[in-house]
């Protein structure tokens, strides 16, 4: 694979097939753990882990894989993972980060970004563009739960990390709340959805003034 493909692989998952803010794909796990900039960081790296290496093994067995059966394969692979990534959760990280992710880590086998990838990608190509997918996907939803969480934070509890930024400042409790989250992402979507057009739009311009 020549060096641009590999980094066209990565990338685009970031910003061109971005899950959250383009695909719009994993909103409910979304919208419920981004109370934290560090559950935002701990769900993006589970499901990073379970993408790159989920992808990996479907991509290397998909020739023994029979069609009508992809679907439960796929579930049985990412399960193992996320079976592992749990355990290795509730052995290394603090009780109490991983008691306000709850459900969702399990969860993680039926996220939709994960059997997206493996029926559209990990299926139909090899073993390093899988990984590179993978990572690029996971790397761009981690990165889009930290941006949800951190102003979720910063304007709910005061907080980033943790740590208070002002102690003049009277927090909104209801950003950490269902409502906020909902009004934060749909803020960023707006935002994002304006950019792509404005992209459109200069690419048209310039493509009208060029002919």
Same mark, same amino acid.
């Given at each position: 694979?020549?060096?641009?493909?590999?980094?066209?692989?990565?990338?685009?998952?970031? /910003?061109?097939? !971005?899950?959250?803010?383009? $695909?719009?794909?994993?909103?409910? +796990?979304?919208?419920?753990?981004?109370?934290?900039?560090?559950?935002?960081?701990? *769900?993006?790296?589970?499901?990073?882990?379970?993408?790159?290496?989920?992808?990996f093994i479907i991509?290397?067995?998909?020739? =023994?894989?029979?069609?009508?059966?992809?679907?439960?394969? /796929?579930?049985?692979?990412?399960?193992?993972?996320?079976? *592992?990534?749990?355990?290795? *959760?509730?052995?290394?990280?603090? +009780?109490?980060?991983?008691?306000?992710?709850g459900i969702f880590?399990?969860?993680?086998?039926? !996220?939709?970004?994960?059997?997206?990838?493996?029926?559209?990608?990990? =299926?139909? !190509?090899?073993?390093?563009?899988?990984? $590179?997918?993978?990572?690029?996907?996971? $790397?761009?939803?981690?990165?889009?739960?930290?941006?949800?969480?951190?102003?979720?934070?910063?304007?709910?509890?005061?907080?980033? /990390?943790g740590i208070k930024?002002?102690?003049?400042?009277?927090?909104?409790?209801? *950003?950490?709340?269902?409502?906020?989250?909902?009004?934060?992402?749909?803020?960023?979507?707006?935002?994002? !959805?304006? $950019?792509?057009?404005?992209?459109?739009?200069?690419?048209?311009?310039?493509?009208?003034?060029?002919?």
């Amino acid at each position: 694979m020549a060096e641009q493909s590999k980094l066209r692989e990565f990338t685009k998952g970031i /910003f061109e097939y !971005n899950p959250m803010f383009v $695909l719009v794909l994993g909103i409910c +796990p979304s919208l419920a753990v981004t109370t934290s900039v560090k559950n935002g960081l701990a *769900m993006g790296g589970a499901a990073t882990f379970v993408l790159i290496c989920s992808n990996f093994i479907i991509s290397v067995v998909r020739a =023994y894989i029979p069609r009508e059966i992809r679907i439960p394969c /796929f579930i049985v692979v990412i399960a193992a993972f996320v079976t *592992m990534v749990e355990l290795l *959760m509730k052995a290394y990280l603090p +009780p109490e980060l991983n008691a306000s992710l709850g459900i969702f880590i399990p969860l993680i086998v039926v !996220n939709c970004i994960i059997m997206y990838r493996a029926e559209s990608f990990a =299926y139909k !190509n090899k073993p390093l563009a899988s990984v $590179l997918d993978g990572a690029g996907l996971g $790397l761009g939803w981690t990165m889009s739960l930290c941006l949800v969480s951190s102003i979720r934070e910063i304007l709910g509890a005061g907080t980033i /990390f943790g740590i208070k930024i002002s102690e003049s400042y009277q927090p909104a409790s209801v *950003m950490i709340m269902a409502p906020g989250a909902f009004i934060v992402l749909g803020l960023l979507l707006g935002f994002f !959805n304006w $950019l792509k057009l404005r992209k459109s739009e200069k690419a048209l311009n310039a493509y009208m003034e060029h002919d």
